[in-house]
Structure formats: C-alpha cells, structure tokens
C-alpha cells in the first residue's frame, strides 16, 4: 500500500525545482539500444540518448553457452538440472565461477547440489553459499582462494566487481523476469492494462535484460578478462522475445555445443582461431 505505482511526476517535479542539467550512464540503462523504458520510469522522454561502444573486445573475451534444457524453469528440479548441466564447465574453469540464481530456494538447491557433487570429487574447490557471511566478505574469500565456487541470489547480480582468473565462469539459472504474484508488480500490471497497455512490453521484459546484462556483466571487467557466460533458459532461443535479450547482451561469441564451450578453457589460442571461421 505504501510503494508508489511510479515516482516520474514527483521525480520531473523536483529536476525542475533543482535545475540544471541532469546527466544519467550506466551500461544497463537501455533494452537493446532503446531507452524507453527508462525514460517513462524517469518521466523525461525529452532527454537526449546515446550508447557508446565497450572498450572491451567481448567476441574474443568472452562466450556465451546457451545449453539445451528442458522445460519449464520454474521448479525446483530445473536449479539441480542447471549444477549437472555446468559442472562440467565448473571443472574446466578449474572453480572460479559464479552460479547467480533468480531466488534464495534456487540458491539453496544449488549449493546442495555442487555440495555433492565437489565431496565425491574430493572437494578441490572451495564453496561459499550467500548467507554463509556477509556479502562482502564472500567476496573478499571468493577472490581470496582464486579457484572458488560462490552460489548467490539477485543481490550478487550488481555491485560486484573481480577481475582476473577468479572468476572465468558465470552461471545464471534462468531469466529474471519478476515473480507474478509479486504485489508490487501485480499493482503495476494491473495499472498499465487500465491504460490498454502491455505490462510485458513495457515494465517485464526491460526490467528482465537489465537484470541480465547486470548479471552477466559479473563477468568480464577489464579488457585482459575471458571467460564463460552461460544462461540456462532456452526461452532466448524459443520465444520471440529472445531477439531483444540477445540483442542486449554483450556481442560474445555464442554457442550452444558444451563441447565449444569446453574449448574455451581446454584450448584458448586455438579456440580464437576456430572461432573466426565460424
């Protein structure tokens, strides 16, 4: 009852009574190139627009694995098809992943999953669980050990920065998109619909790519960072919506063989010269 349906009016109103010019960046403020969204959330459609290339060279840095699961995402056994479905990769990383979960009951069967399979692999990686101890000092550990596994929900998806060989592999179960029964969002649908608008259109799917474009910008942080970003959802692939996700994320050489991505950290000088006859 107390969260506001929008905050543009009062936001416009005090910009005037402030003055002056008003400058905005970040590299999640657009939905594949197009400012929209964040214009009427903000209540300034007048504002001038701009996208500037990263200085950072994704197609050689970074690849994107988009594995071959089955439906649906939204069960309880889809976070443990997502541990058997990277482990692999986990391996090959040597640890130093991130597994990023859409909520605290996936966080949990996830690090129940990798708990077991590290004990019948004889633990060579170190595993931190988010609740384990506070946010920042998982992070100090996780960069700290250089080889380990951090499991976390949505706070780990932004305001996290490791550069280097640390972390080289980042796992997301499935799109971000927020839960419908969620009152906030629910109030909000409902609002757009009375004025005959899309509630997907406008508020879901933007809010879903910034959320992923923040989570999969965990991964590469300067310009000598490689590494693995894999998204375990096929909706980018099956539905029409797909299109403007992938067109938001950063342009990684993208793939849907375990075995190419496999390659990534078995073989990098030959994997970049594969990747350009591709």
């Not at 005090?14 to 999640?28: H, K, N, Q």
Request: charged share 20%; proline share 7%; with cysteine.
């Amino acid at each position: 009852n107390n969260t506001p349906l929008k905050f543009a009016d009062e936001f416009r109103q005090m910009r005037e009574a402030e003055g002056g010019a008003w400058v905005f960046t970040s590299a999640t403020l657009s939905t594949a190139g197009d400012f929209t969204h964040f214009a009427i959330e903000t209540g300034i459609p007048e504002a001038k627009a701009g996208t500037w290339e990263s200085p950072f060279n994704y197609w050689e840095q970074g690849c994107f694995y988009l594995p071959q699961l089955p439906p649906p995402t939204n069960t309880i056994e889809h976070a443990g098809r997502v541990v058997d479905a990277a482990w692999p990769l986990v391996c090959a990383a040597k640890g130093r992943t991130f597994f990023l979960c859409t909520s605290l009951v996936a966080v949990s069967k996830a690090a129940e999953e990798l708990r077991a399979l590290l004990d019948h692999a004889g633990n060579p990686y170190p595993l931190f669980v988010q609740g384990d101890m506070p946010k920042a000092a998982l992070i100090d550990a996780f960069r700290e050990h250089g080889n380990a596994i951090l499991v976390g929900s949505m706070s780990f998806w932004e305001g996290v920065d490791v550069q280097g060989e640390a972390l080289s592999l980042v796992v997301i179960d499935k799109l971000p998109f927020a839960p419908p029964d969620d009152p906030v969002y629910a109030a909000r649908s409902d609002a757009l619909r009375e004025q005959g608008k899309s509630p997907f259109a406008l508020m879901a799917l933007p809010e879903a790519v910034t959320a992923l474009k923040q989570g999969s910008g965990r991964l590469i942080r300067s310009e000598t960072d490689r590494g693995v970003f894999m998204l375990c959802d096929s909706r980018v692939a099956d539905k029409p919506y797909g299109r403007t996700i992938l067109k938001s994320l950063p342009d990684f050489f993208r793939t849907r063989s375990l075995e190419k991505a496999l390659e990534f950290f078995r073989s990098p000088q030959a994997w970049h010269k594969t990747i350009y006859r591709q």
